[in-house]
């Protein structure tokens, strides 16, 4: 028997117990049993270190549980593994940003440059990324601006959601207003962005700005006229 054979059957078992630790993992992935799920995608892991879908699933996991700082190491794990990857810069951006977001303002600020690079990258890598943009919308709102926050930013990457989804455009832009207690210009952007999406999100974004404008009488209004097209469209199936 050849040295190459033996090597091949050595290796083999291997393999093997690599692809049923991952397919035990998915399935309690999808089963919702996380514990279970964590422990596999680690063994997964562990047979084989250059698994996209196990560094993926941990970081999820993990995010799952708001470990963040856990869940950017096995995203960064995933980037090294596949660094063209848009949504793992995109992921691993999220969850630095909410490790910074719990860690005070000097954590805070010693991130905010990997954070915005990752979700540039993710731009890079897929030029339709809607969630990345999103994302720099609100980290140029929240940045406070000697390092580098700028509302005018935020509506550029707010615009450049125009070619990809209006309803996003619209809900990034009334986004800004709202953030800047410009009530009544988010009011517009709002109604727009219900006008195309007619759905629960845009009616909420439009109700709590209601409440911020003290018109309880608009968001049930607006409620009232979701409510009645969504019993009319559910008749008619």
Known sequence: MSK????????????????????????????KKYAEAHR?????????????????????????????KQAAQYYQKLIAIDPKNAEAH???????SMDASSGGKLKALGMIGDIRKSFEAAISLNPKHVEARWALVEYYLQVP????????????????????????HYLAKGRIE?????????????????????????????TSVYAKMKRPDKAKAA??????????????I
């Not at 680690?42 to 963040?68: N, Q, T, V």
């Not at 601006?145 to 509506?155: D, L, P, R, V």
């Not at 006008?195 to 909420?204: D, E, F, K, Q, V």
């Not at 409620?223 to 008619?236: G, H, L």
């Open 90 to 96: 995109y992921k691993y951006g999220g969850a630095l």
């Open 40 to 68: 596999e995608y680690l063994a997964c892991l562990d047979a084989d270190p250059k698994s996209k879908e196990a560094a993926e699933r941990l970081g999820d996991l993990c995010a799952f549980s708001k470990k963040w």
């Open 145 to 168: 601006g000697i390092f580098g926050g700028s509302e005018s930013k935020a509506n550029r990457y707010a615009d450049e959601l125009a070619k990809l989804s209006a309803v996003d």
């Open 4 to 31: 190459c054979v033996v090597l091949f059957l050595l290796v083999l078992p291997t393999m093997g117990f690599s692809q049923a630790d991952c397919q035990k993992a998915r399935q309690f992935f999808a089963q």
């Open 178 to 206: 709202e953030y800047f207690e410009r009530y009544p210009k988010a009011e517009k952007y709002y109604l727009k962005a219900h006008a195309i999406g007619n759905s629960r999100t845009t009616l909420n974004k439009l």
């Open 223 to 236: 409620t009232e006229a979701f409510e009645s097209n969504t019993r009319t469209k559910t008749t008619s």
